[in-house]
């Protein structure tokens, strides 16, 4: 079946640090890869998205290729601000599978510290 | 109201009893899911509605889990005889329709249920 595996987190970075959030999959078909975040005392949203090898998503200076040779969908920022401490979440949609459902990661706890 | 709206925040149950998890999407979205978040993971999915059909219900773990949506608009997700293990945040989430890859999910803040 379909599976993600996020990096373990919490991680902890200073302001104006470079970020990076490991993201590796799994699928059947041909997955559609995405970022949501969860925000403190938020609801989750959508952060950026990707539906084809070789694909970048970007958004709010965060972004993520998507790499079907190594099946990997790796969230990147290269200066963090406080305001980005969330819970990211790496998830796949898979249109050999059910397309409309989303399976998520375990997700990752970031924390920018001034 | 502009987002996905759940009712209650929070619930704490005794074991045993039942609880009604109340869903209100954004309007005129026609797919709902439900999610179910344990602790420290990513929500794992539960169910999904198209309109007022559930197209899908392979991810409800017990026929305890039960989900409606009469009118294709407000869903409640009931729990039957309520156990430790169904505490959890539960998401209910609404799109537009059609394929996750260009008809992105919006969340309600979910709501936060503990069996006791």
């Known amino acids: 079946g379909d599976s993600v595996t996020q990096m373990e987190g919490p991680v902890t970075l200073s302001e104006e640090a470079c970020l990076t959030i490991?993201?590796?999959?799994?699928?059947?078909?041909?997955?559609?890869l995405f970022w949501y975040v969860q925000y403190p005392g938020e609801g989750l949203q959508l952060l950026l998205k990707?539906?084809?090898?070789?694909d970048k998503g970007s958004n709010k200076g965060f972004e993520a290729t998507y790499r079907k040779e190594t099946t990997s969908f790796h969230l990147e920022k290269g200066s963090v601000q406080v305001s980005d401490s969330a819970v990211y979440f790496c998830?796949?949609?898979?249109?050999?599978?059910?397309?409309?459902?989303?399976?998520f990661g375990s997700g990752t706890q970031l924390t920018v510290l001034p | 109201g502009a987002g996905v709206s759940q009712s209650p925040r929070y619930k704490v149950a005794k074991r045993g009893q039942d609880v009604a998890l109340r869903c209100d999407p954004i309007?005129?979205?026609?797919?709902l899911f439900w999610y179910q978040q344990a602790l420290g993971q990513g929500p794992e999915f539960l169910t999904y509605?198209?309109?007022?059909?559930?197209?899908?219900k392979s991810g409800l773990p017990s026929d305890r889990f039960f989900a409606e949506r009469p009118e294709g608009s407000v869903s409640t997700l009931k729990i039957q005889r309520t156990q430790q293990e169904d505490s959890a945040v539960y998401l209910c989430?609404?799109?537009?329709?059609?394929?996750?890859?260009?008809?992105?999910?919006?969340f309600g803040n979910g709501t936060r249920l503990t069996v006791t």
């Open positions: 509605f198209q309109n007022e059909a559930q197209l899908d």
């Open positions: 490991n993201c590796t999959y799994t699928a059947t078909g041909y997955p559609s």
């Open positions: 998830a796949l949609s898979d249109l050999g599978g059910s397309a409309r459902q989303l399976t």
């Open positions: 990707a539906t084809k090898a070789d």
């Open positions: 989430a609404s799109s537009f329709g059609g394929p996750a890859y260009n008809s992105p999910l919006h």
């Open positions: 309007s005129g979205h026609v797919s």
